[in-house]
């Protein structure tokens, strides 16, 4: 058993690029893990390796007394939890009283809130917990949580969080998460596209992209995001880590959450623009340093 943590009934619901390694790391350290997804196929590695597969959300909160969703986007989340009209099948209702439901997803501060609010009707304690480290710190059990909910109650998943994580750090009431999430992948989207014109304008000039890298590199421009991201910018090599798609959306997410606490976001609407603009172009899903496709096209 990893991390002294003694085996618990966990439900997983979403198993794409995060949530199928992470759901294999809790596999791996001893607990019981019951799975479902949209697509059921992309569950067979994890039922090989010992997972239960559910045949709807409902049923694999059933099965827990800690629930973890990780999905795309708000909507995702909202069919999943509320479920389909008249078929009783979302997860929300599967919940049993006195469990625990964790969401990694990046929604709004308002949504998570309001799931708040929902799972306190069934007496069941809510965290939201998403999280940074891209597909490879979800493999390595590397990834960051930022939670918002009450402190208590994540004390209770701590043995559970480590396994799947390195570092987590508690915000505030629900809705902290999120907001503080938001935040920072604004930063990531600004600090990549302003990588991606730096060098657009270095290759023009006729010099090599590899002198800017090195360069930043030694100086204080440089950061962990444009270590990992930059050369491969340079080499045009997007393999989502973390998809493009996913970041547009959440600088959509951020803007909104700007609107409605009055805070004037100037260059996240800019940066949005500039990946709308390179979503609409893509043909297939591309890490979101695929930005740098706007100054080459």
Not at 75 to 101: K, N
Not at 111 to 129: G, I, P, S, W, Y
Request: charged fraction near 20%; aromatic fraction near 6%.
């Amino acid at each position: 058993m990893s991390n002294g943590s003694a085996s618990r009934k966990i439900g997983f619901i979403g198993l794409g690029l995060m949530g199928r390694p992470m759901s294999l790391n809790l596999l791996k350290a001893g607990h019981s893990v019951t799975v479902w997804n949209r697509t059921a196929s992309r569950a067979s590695d994890l039922v090989a390796a010992g997972a239960k597969l559910a045949k709807t959300p409902r049923e694999a909160a059933a099965a827990s007394e800690i629930l973890f969703t990780i999905v795309s986007d708000p909507p995702a989340l909202q069919e999943i939890l509320w479920g389909h009209e008249g078929q009783q099948d979302g997860a929300l209702g599967g919940l049993q009283p006195g469990s625990i439901y964790v969401d990694s997803s990046t929604i709004s501060p308002a949504l998570a809130r309001k799931v708040a609010a929902a799972c306190t009707e069934r007496n069941v304690r809510f965290l939201d917990a998403p999280v940074t480290g891209g597909d490879w710190g979800a493999r390595e059990g590397n990834l960051v949580f930022m939670i918002g909910g009450e402190a208590e109650t994540l004390r209770a998943v701590e043995p559970v969080l480590s396994v799947m994580g390195k570092k987590w750090f508690y915000l505030g009431p629900n809705g902290a998460g999120q907001t503080i999430k938001l935040a920072m992948n604004g930063i990531l989207a600004l600090q990549v596209g302003a990588m991606a014109e730096a060098l657009a304008i270095v290759s023009k000039a006729g010099l090599s992209e590899q002198s800017l890298i090195e360069v930043l590199q030694a100086s204080m421009a440089r950061s962990g995001v444009l270590d990992v991201k930059a050369p491969l910018m340079a080499k045009s090599e997007y393999k989502p880590s973390f998809p493009l798609r996913l970041m547009h959306k959440d600088l959509g997410l951020l803007l909104d959450l700007g609107n409605q606490l009055g805070v004037a976001l100037p260059t996240t609407a800019a940066a949005r623009e500039v990946y709308s603009y390179v979503k609409g172009e893509a043909q297939q899903d591309l890490d979101y340093s695929a930005v740098m496709k706007f100054w080459k096209k």
